[in-house]
């Protein structure tokens, strides 16, 4: 999720086709958005038949370092919450201890207080080619993510792992909570078991014009 801006040479997807092939009675179908995104427009991407958000709340700096908070976030939480589509929200998380991972927690939470949050808060963790600075061992990093999950849940937010197909089936170990997809194809064929699949990181959404946007299907 941590983009790069020259991601608009790449071909696009258009939500609408997104729509019509996957839309259903059991599905909905959303986006995620961070500063990358620019300055939406809220009730263009609501007429674009929108029906969820993940609005990234920020991100740690490195192992240890202080949270930044996303540069767009206030705006995003509060125009999307203003239209009335439902949010979640996720973080880029540095935690390498559960004592981390619940310190982010409370970072995360403190956030977005004020605001109307229905759906999950994720925790995104990718730091796969530095992962040797982290001193975690696989089955620890599961226990830093459920430490995440297990704190947002105690105050009443539902918990996620945002992670793609590989590193779900290679390395977490998540059992209890949600699970948001990553897998860029026409039909996953991932085994376990997933609330959300971000299906492209390349859409392209009315109201979005500053850059492509991550296309999810919820199911219900």
Request: no cysteine.
């Amino acid at each position: 999720k941590e983009k790069s801006k020259n991601q608009t040479e790449v071909k696009s997807t258009d939500y609408e086709n997104i729509i019509k092939k996957y839309k259903n009675k059991k599905t909905k179908i959303g986006i995620d958005v961070s500063h990358w995104q620019g300055d939406i427009d809220f009730e263009k991407v609501k007429d674009a038949g929108v029906e969820f958000v993940y609005i990234r709340v920020g991100r740690g700096d490195g192992i240890g370092e202080k949270y930044v908070l996303d540069d767009k976030f206030k705006q995003n939480i509060e125009g999307f919450n203003k239209v009335g589509i439902p949010v979640g929200v996720y973080f880029y998380s540095y935690a390498n201890s559960t004592k981390d991972a619940i310190k982010e927690a409370k970072w995360v939470m403190k956030q977005i207080k004020k605001y109307k949050v229905d759906l999950e808060i994720a925790f995104d963790w990718e730091n796969w080619s530095s992962f040797q600075e982290f001193d975690l061992s696989f089955h620890k990093l599961t226990e830093v993510s459920n430490a995440f999950n297990k704190a947002v849940e105690k105050n009443g937010y539902k918990g996620m792992l945002y992670s793609s197909k590989n590193y779900l089936e290679t390395i977490w170990s998540n059992e209890k909570y949600a699970v948001w997809l990553a897998h860029y194809t026409e039909q996953t064929d991932y085994q376990g078991k997933y609330k959300i699949w971000q299906i492209s990181s390349n859409g392209k959404v009315s109201g979005i014009d500053d850059n492509l946007v991550d296309i999810n299907i919820m199911y219900k």
